[in-house]
């Protein structure tokens, strides 16, 4: 139960954890390892297996991570031209910024990731400028609204202090 919470809200940390744990498991297994070959095959095991598939999925989630804030910047991922077809490589996806990984993940095509940041990097000033410029709309909103109502509190004492309110 608990691992599944922390997997659902916090996935990084979730999947940097699991890296952790597996690294000591794979630690705890080389140190009863007896032959040379042996060792080869569990460093190859961990290596293009269990490392790999947590890396794997920690880029899905770094990938879809800028997206969402490069989306709030106002960069679209449509904005970006899609990256070229390899009829060749059947990872490839036609007319896609994505390509499928090893272990079946959606992964942000290398070109369109540094397409796709540079753009976001490009626009940040500017979203940043325009966030405090909100910020400071509202907080003026907000002061004015305690002043009103500042002001209604004083008006509402002195017209029961003179006895009108009655």
Not at 80 to 98: C, F, G, P, T, V
């Amino acid at each position: 139960m608990k691992f599944n919470l922390i997997r659902t809200f916090f996935p990084k940390f979730f999947t940097r954890r699991g890296m952790e744990l597996d690294r000591k498991k794979y630690e705890q297994k080389l140190k009863t390892v007896k032959s040379n070959e042996e060792r080869i095959n569990l460093q190859s095991e961990f290596i293009q297996c269990t490392l790999r598939e947590w890396q794997e999925w920690l880029m899905s989630i770094e990938d879809r991570e800028l997206v969402n804030r490069a989306k709030k910047a106002g960069v679209y991922l449509d904005d970006i031209a899609y990256a070229e077809y390899d009829k060749d490589d059947m990872r490839s996806l036609r007319n896609s910024h994505y390509y499928l990984g090893e272990f079946a993940d959606m992964l942000l095509d290398p070109i369109v990731k540094r397409q796709l940041t540079q753009a976001y990097r490009k626009r940040l000033p500017e979203y940043r400028k325009e966030r405090i410029e909100l910020w400071g709309l509202w907080m003026k909103a907000g002061g004015v609204l305690i002043g009103i109502i500042g002001g209604l509190t004083g008006l509402f004492a002195v017209y029961n202090k003179c006895g009108l309110g009655n």
